[in-house]
C-alpha cells in the first residue's frame, strides 16, 4: 500500500463513527536487549485469540495478515520528525487445505512454515526472537526514546468483497493496545 | 449571478469527482491486486461527497419549499417541474436498480451451487488420494532409510546421512533426538545449515510412536513431502525427510488446491461479495438520483426564471411601476421572445403614460389659464349640463348672484332661487331657454333683491360637450344696473343740460322784451288796448317764469350732486315733513314704524325726495283724498333696510307707464315737468337704494323706496314710539 492512500485511509477511517476496540491481540512479555555486538534486540511473547467470525474466514481459506509494528522515536519528536526505526513485520496466516495444514509465510524473507495445528501456528506467530531493532552507537546517548510496538490485523489485506464489512464489524478489528517503553540507551 | 454560476460550478465539479470515485471504484473490484487499496478510501469519499451534494440538494430543496410558502413569484411553477423531473428520474432508475439487484443477487448465488460444490471437494480429494499414495510411499522409504542407518555414533550417521539423501533423492534429510537435538542435516542446497525444524505437535507424535507424514510448501510454493519417523533400534533418533513431489502432481494438485481455495473463500464471502456488488450498485444508483435531483432544481429553476421575471414584470405593471424591465434570457427560445414582448409592452405603456400625463398637466394648466381668466372676469360665467344642474361658475358669479355657486355644483339651478327667491327671474328664463331649445339666447332680467334692483344682462349658449347625454349650456352675464343707470342719467343729464341752456337764454330777452313792452306802452296806449296788453305781457312774464322754473328743474336734475350725508333718523324725517303739510285739505297718515334705524343719507335731498312723492299723492289724490307716509326697517340677505311707502287713494299710475314713471318726463299729470319721481329715483339711487311704484289693489298709486340701515340710534333714544300721526280735512 502506498503512503498516501494509509494516510488517507488513516484520516477517513478517523472520521468514522464507530471505535476500534483493542482486543484480540496482547502482549505476554517484551524485552528489549542489548547484545553483546551493541545491537538492541527485541524480544517478545505475543498471544493471538481469534474470534469465531476471524476463525471461520480462515477456515474457509481467507488469507489473514497480522503486522507487528515497530516504532522509535525521540521522546521529545516535534509530530513532524520522522522516526527513528520503523518496522513492519508482516506475516500471512492461513489454512491450506489439501495437507489441511495452517501455513506462516513471512512476507519480509518470504520463509514459508506449516503447522498442523492453528494454535502452534499462532504460537509461532507469536514468537520474536532477537529480532535486531537499531544499533546502539545510532542514538544519542543523552537523548530519552520511545519505543512503540502495536499488532493488528491487516484489514487492507483482505480479499476485496470483505474489506468494507471487516471495517463495518467489530468482530474484524483485531489489535494491541500499543506498548510504550521510554528508553535511554 | 457569479454565486449562481460557482455554485452550478461546484456542483458539477463534486458530480465529476464522484463519477471518476465510482469508476475508479469499479476498476478496484475488477483489478484488486493494483487498485484494492484504494477501494475503501474511494468508498469513504465518495459516501461522504454523496452526503456533501444531498446536503446541496437539501439546501435547494428548502429554499424551494420557503419560496412556495411565501408564495414567491414562479415559485409554484418550479416546485410542480421539480416534482415532475424527479418522478420522471426516480421511476425508471428505481425500477432498473431492483432488477439490476435481483439479476447480481441470483448471478452471484448462481456461482455456487451443490454441483460445483461437490466437484471441487471431489478434485481436492482426488488430489489428496494421489498425494497419499505417494506419501505412503515415501514414508515406508523413510523407515527403510532410517532402518538401513547401521552406526551408533552421531557422526557416522551424519557422515551416512548425506549419502542416504541422495540415494533417495530427497531435498532435506535431518536426524534429531527425540529430544529436539539436530543430530545431522542434509540439504541438497549446501549453503543451508540450519534444517526446517518440526513443529512440537509432530514431534509429540513421533515420539509417541506414530509416524507422521504430511504435505508442505516450499518458499517457492512448490508441494513438498514432509515425513519424521521414529527408530525402530530404540536408539533415540528421528529422521526427518522433505522429499519434492513430483513436478506434475506437484503442479496439478497445487492448481486444485488454489482453486478449491478460490472457491471456498468465495463462497464463503458469498454474502459480502453481494454486498460490495450492492453497495457499488447502490452509491451509482444514488449519485445518479441525486445529479438527477440537483438537476430538477437547477433545471426548473432556470426554465422558471423568465416566467418568475414576468409575473414580477407584471405585477410591478399592475402596481404602476412601467418603467420595469426584465432580464432578457440568453437562450433565444419563445420564452425569451415572450419576455422581450413584455419589455416592448411596458416600454409603450409607459410612453402613453408619459404622453398621457403630458396631456393631463397641459389641460390642467389650460384649466387654471382658463379658471384665472374666468375669475378675473366682472362678467359672471356659469356651466349647466343638459338638465339644467350647474356644473362650474366662476367668482363673478357667485359676486353678481350673491350665492356660492361655485359650491352648488351638481345641483339644479333651482337650488339658487330656493336660497334666494329674488333670483327666481334669472333661474325661470334660463332654464326656459334651455326648456326651449334655443342654441343661443339675449336677455335682460331685472332683480329685485334686497340692496335694490338689478339688471343682468343674460347671454346664453348651448355647449357641445360631445357627450351622449346631451348639451350643456353656458351662461354668461353681466350686472349692468350701474351701467344702464349711468347711461340714462347721462342722458337724461345731457338733455337736461340742453334744454336748460338752449331754453334758459333766450328766456330772460323774451321776459326782459315782455317787461320793456309793457313799461314803454302800457301807459300810452289806450285802455282797452293796454288792458290787452298787460294780460298779454303778463301771461308771457308769467309763463317765462314757469318755464324758467321748469329749466331750472332740469337743471338741477342734471347737475351732479353733492351729498352732505349725516345720519339721519327717517320717522323723525318724516314727522317733521309731515308737519309742513298739516295745512292741506287732505287727510294725512303717517305709521313711522323703524325703531329708531338711522340710515346714512343727505337730510335735505331726502326732504326733496318725501316732498316730491307726498306733493304728487297730494295732486293725484284730490281734494278729499287720503295721504298714508309709512316707514319700516327690515332685513334682507344679511343687510338692514329702512323702507318708506307713500300711498294715495287717487287713481293710480297708468299702468301702460307703470314701468317708466321713474323716468324723466313721463307723467300723467297735465302740470309738472315731469321730473318728480325722476329726482326721487335719482336721490335714492345717489343713496344706495331703490324705489318702485306700483297700484294698490284697492285702488290708489303707492311708491315704495328702501335705503340701507346705517345702524341704530343711541340707546337713550331707543324706545320703539310709532308715530301715529293722522289728520282729516
Same mark, same amino acid.
Given at each position: 500500500?502506498?503512503?498516501?492512500?494509509?494516510?488517507?485511509?488513516?484520516?477517513?477511517?478517523?472520521?468514522?463513527?464507530?471505535?476500534?476496540?483493542?482486543?484480540?491481540?496482547?502482549?505476554?512479555?517484551?524485552?528489549?536487549?542489548?547484545?553483546?555486538?551493541?545491537?538492541?534486540?527485541?524480544?517478545?511473547?505475543?498471544?493471538?485469540?481469534?474470534?469465531?467470525?476471524?476463525?471461520?474466514?480462515?477456515?474457509?481459506?481467507?488469507?489473514?495478515?497480522?503486522?507487528?509494528?515497530?516504532?522509535?522515536?525521540?521522546?521529545?519528536?516535534?509530530?513532524?520528525?520522522?522516526?527513528?526505526?520503523?518496522?513492519?513485520?508482516?506475516?500471512?496466516?492461513?489454512?491450506?487445505?489439501?495437507?489441511?495444514?495452517?501455513?506462516?509465510?513471512?512476507?519480509?524473507?518470504?520463509?514459508?512454515?506449516?503447522?498442523?495445528?492453528?494454535?502452534?501456528?499462532?504460537?509461532?506467530?507469536?514468537?520474536?526472537?532477537?529480532?535486531?531493532?537499531?544499533?546502539?552507537?545510532?542514538?544519542?546517548?543523552?537523548?530519552?526514546?520511545?519505543?512503540?510496538?502495536?499488532?493488528?490485523?491487516?484489514?487492507?489485506?483482505?480479499?476485496?468483497?470483505?474489506?468494507?464489512?471487516?471495517?463495518?464489524?467489530?468482530?474484524?478489528?483485531?489489535?494491541?493496545?500499543?506498548?510504550?517503553?521510554?528508553?535511554?540507551? | 449571478?457569479?454565486?449562481?454560476?460557482?455554485?452550478?460550478?461546484?456542483?458539477?465539479?463534486?458530480?465529476?469527482?464522484?463519477?471518476?470515485?465510482?469508476?475508479?471504484?469499479?476498476?478496484?473490484? /475488477?483489478?484488486?491486486?493494483?487498485?484494492?487499496?484504494?477501494?475503501?478510501?474511494?468508498?469513504?469519499?465518495?459516501?461522504?461527497?454523496?452526503?456533501?451534494?444531498? $446536503?446541496?440538494?437539501?439546501?435547494?430543496?428548502?429554499?424551494?419549499?420557503?419560496?412556495?410558502?411565501?408564495?414567491?413569484?414562479?415559485?409554484?411553477?418550479?416546485?410542480?417541474?421539480?416534482?415532475?423531473?424527479?418522478?420522471?428520474?426516480?421511476?425508471?432508475?428505481?425500477?432498473?436498480?431492483?432488477?439490476?439487484?435481483?439479476?447480481?443477487?441470483?448471478?452471484?448465488? +448462481?456461482?455456487?451451487?451443490?454441483?460445483?460444490?461437490?466437484?471441487?471437494?471431489?478434485?481436492?480429494?482426488?488430489?489428496?488420494?494421489?498425494?497419499?499414495?505417494?506419501?505412503?510411499?515415501?514414508?515406508?522409504?523413510?523407515?527403510?532409510?532410517?532402518?538401513?542407518?547401521?552406526?551408533?555414533?552421531?557422526?557416522?550417521?551424519?557422515?551416512?546421512?548425506?549419502?542416504?539423501?541422495?540415494?533417495?533423492?530427497?531435498?532435506?534429510?535431518?536426524?534429531?533426538?527425540?529430544?529436539?537435538?539436530?543430530?545431522?542435516?542434509?540439504?541438497?542446497?549446501?549453503?543451508?545449515?540450519?534444517?526446517?525444524?518440526?513443529?512440537?505437535?509432530?514431534?509429540?507424535?513421533?515420539?509417541?510412536?506414530?509416524?507422521?507424514?504430511?504435505?508442505?510448501?516450499?518458499?517457492?510454493?512448490?508441494?513438498?513431502?514432509? +515425513?519424521? *519417523?521414529?527408530?525402530?533400534?530404540?536408539?533415540?533418533?528421528?529422521?526427518?525427510?522433505?522429499?519434492?513431489?513430483?513436478?506434475?502432481?506437484?503442479?496439478?494438485?497445487?492448481?486444485?488446491?488454489?482453486?478449491?481455495?478460490?472457491?471456498?473463500?468465495?463462497?464463503?464471502?458469498?454474502?459480502?461479495?453481494?454486498?460490495?456488488?450492492?453497495?457499488?450498485?447502490?452509491?451509482?444508483?444514488?449519485?445518479?438520483?441525486?445529479?438527477?435531483?440537483?438537476?430538477?432544481?437547477?433545471?426548473?429553476?432556470?426554465?422558471?426564471?423568465?416566467?418568475?421575471?414576468?409575473?414580477?414584470?407584471?405585477?410591478?405593471?399592475?402596481?404602476?411601476?412601467?418603467?420595469?424591465?426584465?432580464?432578457?434570457?440568453?437562450?433565444?427560445?419563445?420564452?425569451?421572445?415572450?419576455?422581450?414582448?413584455?419589455?416592448?409592452?411596458?416600454?409603450?405603456?409607459?410612453?402613453?403614460?408619459?404622453?398621457?400625463?403630458?396631456?393631463?398637466?397641459?389641460?390642467?394648466?389650460?384649466?387654471?389659464?382658463?379658471?384665472?381668466?374666468?375669475?378675473?372676469?366682472?362678467?359672471?360665467?356659469?356651466?349647466?349640463?343638459?338638465?339644467?344642474?350647474?356644473?362650474?361658475?366662476?367668482?363673478?358669479?357667485?359676486?353678481?348672484?350673491?350665492?356660492?355657486?361655485?359650491?352648488?355644483?351638481?345641483?339644479?339651478?333651482?337650488?339658487?332661487?330656493?336660497?334666494?327667491?329674488?333670483?327666481?327671474?334669472?333661474?325661470?328664463?334660463?332654464?326656459?331657454?334651455?326648456?326651449?331649445?334655443?342654441?343661443?339666447?339675449?336677455?335682460?332680467?331685472?332683480?329685485?333683491?334686497? +340692496?335694490?334692483?338689478?339688471?343682468?344682462?343674460?347671454?346664453?349658449?348651448?355647449?357641445?360637450?360631445?357627450?351622449?347625454?346631451?348639451?350643456?349650456?353656458?351662461?354668461?352675464?353681466?350686472?349692468?344696473?350701474?351701467?344702464?343707470?349711468?347711461?340714462?342719467?347721462?342722458?337724461?343729464?345731457?338733455?337736461?343740460?340742453?334744454?336748460?341752456?338752449?331754453?334758459?337764454?333766450?328766456?330772460?330777452?323774451?321776459?326782459?322784451?315782455?317787461?320793456?313792452?309793457?313799461?314803454?306802452?302800457?301807459?300810452?296806449?289806450?285802455?282797452?288796448?293796454?288792458?290787452?296788453?298787460?294780460?298779454?305781457?303778463?301771461?308771457?312774464?308769467?309763463?317765462?317764469?314757469?318755464?324758467?322754473?321748469?329749466?331750472?328743474?332740469?337743471?338741477?336734475?342734471?347737475?351732479?350732486?353733492?351729498?352732505?350725508?349725516?345720519?339721519?333718523?327717517?320717522?323723525?324725517?318724516?314727522?317733521?315733513?309731515?308737519?309742513?303739510?298739516?295745512?292741506?285739505?287732505?287727510?294725512?297718515?303717517?305709521?313711522?314704524?323703524?325703531?329708531?334705524?338711522?340710515?346714512?343719507?343727505?337730510?335735505?335731498?331726502?326732504?326733496?325726495?318725501?316732498?316730491?312723492?307726498?306733493?304728487?299723492?297730494?295732486?293725484?289724490?284730490?281734494?278729499? $283724498?287720503?295721504?298714508?307716509?309709512?316707514?319700516? +326697517?327690515?332685513?334682507?340677505?344679511?343687510?338692514?333696510?329702512?323702507?318708506?311707502?307713500?300711498?294715495?287713494?287717487?287713481?293710480?299710475?297708468?299702468?301702460?307707464?307703470?314701468?317708466? *314713471?321713474?323716468?324723466?318726463?313721463?307723467?300723467?299729470?297735465?302740470?309738472?315737468?315731469?321730473?318728480?319721481?325722476?329726482?326721487?329715483?335719482?336721490?335714492?339711487?345717489?343713496?344706495?337704494?331703490?324705489?318702485?311704484?306700483?297700484?294698490?289693489?284697492?285702488?290708489?298709486?303707492?311708491?315704495?323706496?328702501?335705503?340701507?340701515?346705517?345702524?341704530?340710534?343711541?340707546?337713550?333714544?331707543?324706545?320703539?314710539?310709532?308715530? /301715529?300721526?293722522?289728520?282729516?280735512?
Amino acid at each position: 500500500m502506498t503512503r498516501v492512500a494509509r494516510i488517507l485511509t488513516a484520516v477517513l477511517l478517523f472520521c468514522l463513527p464507530f471505535t476500534l476496540a483493542a482486543e484480540g491481540v496482547e502482549f505476554r512479555r517484551i524485552a528489549l536487549t542489548l547484545s553483546e555486538d551493541g545491537r538492541i534486540l527485541l524480544d517478545a511473547d505475543i498471544g493471538y485469540d481469534l474470534n469465531e467470525t476471524v476463525s471461520e474466514a480462515l477456515e474457509n481459506g481467507v488469507p489473514l495478515t497480522f503486522e507487528t509494528h515497530v516504532q522509535m522515536r525521540r521522546a521529545e519528536a516535534w509530530i513532524w520528525e520522522s522516526d527513528v526505526v520503523e518496522h513492519r513485520l508482516r506475516t500471512v496466516l492461513r489454512y491450506r487445505p489439501l495437507s489441511g495444514m495452517y501455513e506462516l509465510r513471512n512476507l519480509q524473507g518470504n520463509e514459508r512454515l506449516a503447522f498442523a495445528t492453528r494454535d502452534a501456528a499462532l504460537r509461532t506467530l507469536g514468537k520474536i526472537v532477537a529480532m535486531p531493532v537499531i544499533d546502539r552507537a545510532a542514538l544519542e546517548l543523552d537523548e530519552d526514546y520511545l519505543v512503540r510496538i502495536m499488532v493488528q490485523l491487516d484489514i487492507e489485506s483482505l480479499p476485496l468483497p470483505m474489506r468494507p464489512i471487516a471495517y463495518i464489524k467489530g468482530d474484524w478489528s483485531i489489535s494491541s493496545e500499543p506498548w510504550e517503553w521510554r528508553l535511554r540507551p | 449571478m457569479k454565486g449562481r454560476r460557482f455554485d452550478v460550478l461546484a456542483a458539477v465539479m463534486l458530480l465529476a469527482l464522484l463519477l471518476a470515485a465510482l469508476h475508479m471504484i469499479s476498476a478496484a473490484v /475488477q483489478r484488486s491486486e493494483d487498485l484494492g487499496q484504494w477501494f475503501v478510501p474511494l468508498l469513504l469519499f465518495t459516501v461522504v461527497g454523496l452526503v456533501l451534494l444531498f $446536503g446541496l440538494i437539501g439546501w435547494n430543496l428548502w429554499q424551494l419549499l420557503r419560496d412556495y410558502r411565501r408564495r414567491v413569484a414562479g415559485s409554484r411553477l418550479s416546485a410542480r417541474l421539480t416534482a415532475l423531473f424527479l418522478v420522471l428520474a426516480f421511476v425508471p432508475v428505481s425500477v432498473v436498480y431492483f432488477y439490476s439487484i435481483r439479476f447480481l443477487s441470483s448471478g452471484i448465488d +448462481s456461482w455456487f451451487d451443490l454441483q460445483v460444490d461437490s466437484a471441487m471437494e471431489d478434485a481436492l480429494t482426488l488430489s489428496k488420494v494421489s498425494l497419499d499414495l505417494h506419501k505412503s510411499e515415501r514414508l515406508r522409504l523413510s523407515k527403510t532409510l532410517l532402518d538401513s542407518i547401521e552406526d551408533t555414533s552421531q557422526t557416522a550417521m551424519a557422515l551416512n546421512i548425506n549419502d542416504l539423501r541422495q540415494a533417495s533423492g530427497a531435498i532435506e534429510m535431518t536426524l534429531f533426538t527425540t529430544h529436539g537435538k539436530v543430530i545431522a542435516l542434509s540439504h541438497q542446497n549446501p549453503d543451508i545449515l540450519l534444517p526446517t525444524p518440526p513443529d512440537s505437535g509432530m514431534v509429540q507424535q513421533v515420539v509417541a510412536g506414530e509416524d507422521y507424514i504430511g504435505i508442505a510448501t516450499d518458499a517457492d510454493g512448490n508441494l513438498i513431502i514432509r +515425513s519424521l *519417523v521414529l527408530d525402530d533400534k530404540q536408539r533415540g533418533i528421528v529422521l526427518q525427510a522433505m522429499y519434492a513431489v513430483p513436478a506434475s502432481l506437484s503442479e496439478l494438485s497445487a492448481n486444485v488446491q488454489d482453486a478449491y481455495e478460490t472457491y471456498r473463500t468465495r463462497a464463503y464471502m458469498r454474502s459480502q461479495i453481494k454486498f460490495s456488488f450492492a453497495l457499488s450498485l447502490s452509491l451509482v444508483l444514488v449519485l445518479g438520483l441525486f445529479a438527477a435531483a440537483w438537476a430538477a432544481v437547477f433545471t426548473a429553476r432556470r426554465l422558471v426564471q423568465p416566467i418568475s421575471d414576468i409575473a414580477e414584470g407584471t405585477r410591478a405593471v399592475a402596481e404602476g411601476d412601467y418603467d420595469k424591465q426584465l432580464p432578457l434570457p440568453r437562450v433565444e427560445d419563445e420564452l425569451g421572445f415572450l419576455v422581450a414582448s413584455f419589455n416592448a409592452m411596458t416600454r409603450r405603456i409607459a410612453r402613453a403614460r408619459n404622453a398621457l400625463e403630458e396631456n393631463r398637466r397641459k389641460l390642467q394648466t389650460q384649466h387654471n389659464y382658463l379658471e384665472t381668466v374666468l375669475g378675473g372676469l366682472s362678467t359672471g360665467v356659469m356651466a349647466l349640463d343638459a338638465d339644467g344642474r350647474i356644473q362650474t361658475a366662476n367668482r363673478a358669479a357667485d359676486q353678481i348672484l350673491g350665492l356660492p355657486v361655485a359650491e352648488l355644483e351638481g345641483k339644479d339651478l333651482r337650488v339658487l332661487s330656493m336660497r334666494n327667491e329674488s333670483l327666481e327671474p334669472f333661474v325661470e328664463r334660463t332654464l326656459e331657454g334651455i326648456r326651449r331649445g334655443l342654441r343661443e339666447g339675449r336677455a335682460e332680467i331685472t332683480l329685485y333683491r334686497g +340692496s335694490g334692483r338689478q339688471v343682468l344682462l343674460c347671454r346664453h349658449s348651448s355647449l357641445d360637450t360631445g357627450e351622449p347625454a346631451g348639451l350643456g349650456h353656458v351662461i354668461v352675464f353681466d350686472d349692468v344696473t350701474e351701467l344702464m343707470k349711468a347711461q340714462r342719467d347721462a342722458a337724461w343729464g345731457e338733455v337736461a343740460r340742453r334744454l336748460a341752456h338752449e331754453i334758459k337764454n333766450p328766456l330772460t330777452p323774451i321776459q326782459l322784451s315782455a317787461e320793456r313792452l309793457r313799461h314803454k306802452y302800457l301807459k300810452s296806449m289806450p285802455a282797452k288796448d293796454a288792458e290787452v296788453l298787460d294780460r298779454a305781457t303778463h301771461t308771457i312774464v308769467q309763463q317765462v317764469e314757469a318755464m324758467k322754473a321748469m329749466v331750472n328743474d332740469f337743471s338741477d336734475y342734471a347737475k351732479p350732486s353733492k351729498l352732505q350725508v349725516k345720519p339721519v333718523d327717517i320717522d323723525a324725517l318724516l314727522a317733521e315733513v309731515m308737519t309742513l303739510y298739516e295745512g292741506a285739505p287732505q287727510h294725512m297718515v303717517l305709521d313711522a314704524q323703524t325703531n329708531g334705524l338711522l340710515v346714512e343719507a343727505d337730510p335735505v335731498r331726502l326732504r326733496q325726495v318725501l316732498h316730491n312723492l307726498i306733493k304728487n299723492g297730494l295732486e293725484s289724490a284730490g281734494a278729499n $283724498g287720503t295721504i298714508s307716509v309709512s316707514s319700516r +326697517s327690515g332685513t334682507e340677505e344679511g343687510s338692514d333696510f329702512v323702507e318708506i311707502t307713500v300711498c294715495d287713494d287717487g287713481p293710480g299710475f297708468d299702468p301702460g307707464l307703470l314701468g317708466q *314713471v321713474f323716468e324723466p318726463y313721463v307723467t300723467n299729470k297735465t302740470k309738472g315737468t315731469g321730473l318728480g319721481l325722476a329726482i326721487v329715483k335719482r336721490i335714492v339711487a345717489e343713496h344706495g337704494g331703490i324705489v318702485s311704484a306700483d297700484n294698490q289693489a284697492e285702488g290708489g298709486g303707492r311708491v315704495v323706496f328702501r335705503l340701507p340701515a346705517a345702524r341704530r340710534r343711541p340707546a337713550a333714544n331707543d324706545e320703539p314710539a310709532p308715530r /301715529q300721526q293722522g289728520r282729516s280735512s
